[in-house]
């Protein structure tokens, strides 16, 4: 885990849920495996294997990691062949498929990492797929595996030199180019491509391919095999065969070809072979061995006098040669070069200077002859040098051998060691960083949530005590102290919960996501034509919110649709563009979620409003002529209004912006409508990033104390005895021009004490917001705000509905939450 | 159309798509003498590429691109 990119790169969403489904998977696939060992004939289980290699295969596609597909692809048919009963299960099988497996894991840890899969991994996805199809029966290898095992063993490691390519091919004017920029220190590789003779149909172009092979210096295109007579040539099937040189690095190349590595041979090329390759008749093979072990040569390498012997043999010839070619100058550099990298793999270090001096001479003379006199005189140094150092090479890994013998026996003294050992065993877990997100069930982190929750309340005990200690034990310093400590767990206790609540917190885009399509869908179906906007699907909100919004904003974004966006050639009359606007925006406010839903359709009559509202009952003719437009607009949220003349399947019953709003509310958020005829409505919910923590207001009342939800309460007002009147039985005061009803709260809880004024004679007024009005609720006194963990009421009690719940004060007394809609 | 088949000559346009292949293939089976005029060409799908090589279909014209037209010459050129 230590070893994570460097820099975060913003993760795909899209990746990320495969990457956590493909582990699922991955994980499933295995313990079936394990299952059907047991039980090989279960056809269930078999299918249901099928089924998940099919859809990791069908997933892995969705992205560019064909290493990934093709092993799948390979394990898909053979567990094809199982399901058909053409191949019996059997324990190779599960060897296979598990590593196979195995494989896939690493791939996608890779993937995981750093986005992309490593080229060299195709080398390996060809061997594994390789070894999978190489289980199925016989006659079941299509047309696309026999190119697959035919002609080519997969791109290795540049060791496999395994005859000179036909270099002569090459034009001498490039072959000369080439072997200067060898000079140069560039490499360069020969690639025999053979399209799969399917390819066409896979949509590949081997031309194309081939035009774009980086670094690319010369090319050829030739049949593979004599090409059949024009009456009979299937165009279908590729029969051509590509040879290409190119400067680019072996990596390179296999991420250009990992698409096609069976297709593909690749062949380092060694300078000389580019000099050569017009005497190939003569000493092609000794020259093509001289290469091959030149670039092994490394000391380990290098183990027997044998090829040292032969090595030096073939440099000698070279250098016998008399004829005098353009490119002599380079054929002796390249020889020198040759040398004195044996001299130094064994350790013949004063070696390298002679051989520049007589390279120096060589070239002057335009003759190979100083240097072969050289070797010829110094051969036997070579070889001499060689003996000692194998001794030495042996004799070091004997003594290896002996030291780690007494720490097998004596495995706790060397425990380190004795690790060592284990790890060898532990292929599949090697390279295994752990999944990066968890999934962690929901419970977990409610309990989370409750214990930060209970900690904040006892935290909030300090200052009661640290009061204590100074009122009533008098002992000042250590009430300081306990404040000075209350600060440092106070600050602890909030970023924890702000942590909790980031665990919690999920993005809008979740419930957005599913807006294109729905709105795709409606807009065809009503015959509009409609944009969606979407804003601000960042935003993220407590997790139970989102969820909980998602049904209310169907319902808004439906009726915007049905009936606020017109048809195109109403809105063609009315001088608007055809295409109708839906805007669905989302925002964070301070510590709310604002989350707008805004047309320009031809928005909400309020005169229509009042009138369906008062015939259906809503409102009373008083109502009706009192309520102004804007309220008129929000009666849309009554239950059993709808402005829709027709009931269509889309809307129209009258329930759903009643819905909308029990809803909101039920999250403690508000909704609010805005509309003008002609241009179009916006609805505003408005809701806590997070339920867990209510702002509450303390208010006392008859020596009681009462939690009022900050999102109901409006103003705090003390208003004189004398300026409130009472109309029959009800009690109005004049509040900044408007007439408010006043209720006691003692009234209203049964409790027959009288609200007390102050000593100015005046009542504490707290202004409410209650079922779309305002109240005045007379109480004693107010108190301070809170921030409070909410506990809805348990049992019985959940039954009383005037309180929406109860929370722990710092000192430890129960706080109980009014529920103001239910007690006015 | 990347190909145009004129009287007895067929001109090759741009880019030539795989779809091209059957056409000309069916063509040039009924034009054995036929001509290709290669000079506007920018790229030729293989199958349409192997076609002109099983055809040995002369070449009027090589292509303007240089590098395509080093592809080309030694695969369509006459064996001499």
Redesign the interface.
């Known amino acids: 885990m230590n070893a994570l990119p460097k820099n975060p790169l913003p993760k795909n969403p899209l990746l990320e849920q495969f990457l956590s489904e493909a582990r699922d998977l991955l994980e499933g696939i295995g313990q079936k495996l394990m299952q059907l060992e047991d039980a090989p004939s279960d056809q269930n289980l078999i299918n249901e294997l099928f089924r998940m290699v099919h859809t990791l295969k069908g997933n892995s596609g969705l992205f560019t990691f064909p290493e990934m597909t093709r092993v799948l692809h390979a394990g898909e048919d053979l567990l094809g062949k199982v399901r058909n009963g053409e191949l019996a299960f059997s324990r190779e099988l599960t060897d296979h498929l598990l590593s196979a497996m195995d494989f896939v894991g690493m791939l996608s840890n890779e993937i995981e990492q750093t986005e992309c899969i490593d080229a060299s991994r195709a080398a390996d996805a060809v061997r594994l797929a390789e070894s999978l199809r190489a289980l199925m029966p016989e006659a079941a290898i299509t047309s696309a595996e026999s190119s697959t095992t035919a002609p080519s063993t997969p791109i290795p490691a540049q060791s496999a030199v395994a005859a000179m390519p036909p270099l002569t091919e090459i034009p001498e004017a490039l072959r000369m180019e080439a072997f200067r920029r060898c000079g140069d220190g560039e490499n360069f590789h020969w690639i025999a491509y053979q399209p799969a003779p399917d390819c066409f149909f896979q949509g590949d172009d081997p031309f194309l391919r081939a035009r774009q092979t980086p670094g690319l210096l010369w090319g050829r295109v030739l049949p593979a095999e004599p090409l059949p007579p024009l009456a009979e040539l299937d165009t279908y099937k590729c029969s051509l065969q590509f040879h290409l040189l190119t400067a680019a690095l072996h990596e390179e190349l296999a991420e250009y070809f990992r698409y096609v590595p069976d297709q593909v041979e690749m062949v380092a090329i060694d300078p000389l072979w580019l000099t050569l390759s017009e005497r190939k008749s003569e000493s092609q093979s000794n020259f093509s061995e001289a290469a091959t072990l030149a670039e092994k040569s490394s000391p380990a390498a290098i183990e027997n006098a044998a090829a040292l012997t032969r090595l030096l043999a073939a440099q000698q010839k070279i250098l016998a040669l008399d004829d005098h070619p353009a490119w002599l100058s380079g054929r002796l550099k390249a020889v020198a070069s040759v040398l004195k990298n044996l001299a130094n793999s064994v350790g013949y270090a004063e070696a390298a200077n002679q051989i520049e001096a007589s390279l120096g001479t060589a070239l002057a003379a335009a003759s190979g002859l100083p240097l072969l006199d050289w070797l010829n005189a110094h051969q036997s140094q070579f070889t001499v040098k060689l003996v000692p150092q194998a001794a030495a090479n042996e004799s070091r890994s004997n003594a290896e051998e002996e030291s780690s013998t007494p720490a097998a026996d004596d495995g706790i003294k060397y425990g380190r060691r004795a690790d060592d050992g284990i790890k060898f065993g532990r292929r599949a877990e090697d390279n295994q960083t752990g999944p990066r997100s968890l999934k962690v069930d929901q419970a977990k982190i409610d309990r989370l949530m409750n214990l930060i929750g209970e900690l904040i309340v006892e935290k909030n005990a300090l200052p009661y005590l640290a009061q204590r200690a100074e009122a009533r034990y008098g002992v000042r310093e250590l009430s300081r102290e306990i404040k000075g400590k209350y600060s440092v767990i106070n600050r602890i206790a909030d970023e924890m919960q702000d942590a909790i609540m980031q665990v919690r917190m999920m993005a809008v885009s979740i419930v957005f996501q599913r807006f294109p399509r729905l709105v795709r869908d409606t807009s065809r179906k009503l015959g509009k034509e409609v944009q969606l906007v979407l804003e601000g699907e960042q935003t993220e909100a407590d997790k139970n919110i989102i969820e909980a919004l998602a049904d209310p904003l169907i319902h808004i974004v439906r009726n915007s649709l049905d009936h606020g966006l017109e048809t195109p050639e109403v809105r063609r009359a009315q001088g608007k563009p055809e295409t109708g606007t839906l805007t669905i925006r989302a925002a964070q406010q301070a510590d709310r979620v604002v989350i707008e839903i805004v047309d320009d359709g031809k928005g909400i009559d309020p005169a229509v409003i009042k009138r369906k509202a008062y015939e259906k009952g809503l409102i009373d003719e008083a109502a009706l002529e009192r309520i102004s437009d804007r309220e008129a607009v929000n009666l849309i949220f009554a239950a059993g209004l709808s402005t829709a003349a027709v009931v269509s399947d889309l809307s129209g019953r009258g329930v759903g912006m009643d819905v909308v709003r029990t809803a909101v509310e039920k999250l403690n958020g508000s909704v609010i409508v805005e509309s003008e005829v002609g241009k179009g409505t916006s609805i505003r919910i408005s809701l806590p990033l997070s339920m867990a923590v209510t702002q509450v207001m303390v208010i006392e009342s008859d020596g009681q104390l009462f939690g009022v939800p900050m999102d109901n309460v409006i103003e705090t007002v003390r208003v004189p005895r004398r300026s409130i009147h009472r109309i029959k039985q009800s009690m109005t005061a004049v509040l900044r021009g408007r007439v408010v009803p006043l209720k006691a709260l003692n009234g209203l809880l049964g409790i027959t004490a009288q609200p007390r004024a102050n000593m100015d004679d005046e009542l504490s007024v707290l202004l409410v917001q209650a079922g779309g009005g305002e109240l005045g609720l007379l109480v004693d006194g107010f108190r301070e705000t809170l921030g409070v963990i909410q506990k809805p009421m348990a049992g019985f009690l959940s039954n009383l509905s005037v309180w929406s719940g109860s929370a722990l004060m710092g000192d430890g007394s129960v706080l109980m939450i009014l529920n103001i809609r239910e007690i006015v | 159309m990347p190909i145009e088949f004129k009287k007895n000559r067929a001109v090759f346009q741009d880019e030539v798509g795989?779809e091209e292949?059957?056409g000309l293939?069916e063509w040039?089976?009924k034009k054995?003498a036929a001509k290709a005029d290669l000079s506007n060409l920018s790229?030729?799908?293989?199958?349409n590429?192997?076609?002109l090589?099983?055809?040995k279909a002369e070449i009027s014209k090589w292509p303007e691109n240089a590098?395509?037209r080093a592809?080309l010459q030694?695969?369509l050129k006459p064996a001499v």
């Open positions: 795989v292949a059957e293939l040039l089976q054995p790229h030729l799908h293989t199958a590429l192997q076609v090589m099983a055809a590098e395509l592809w030694p695969a």
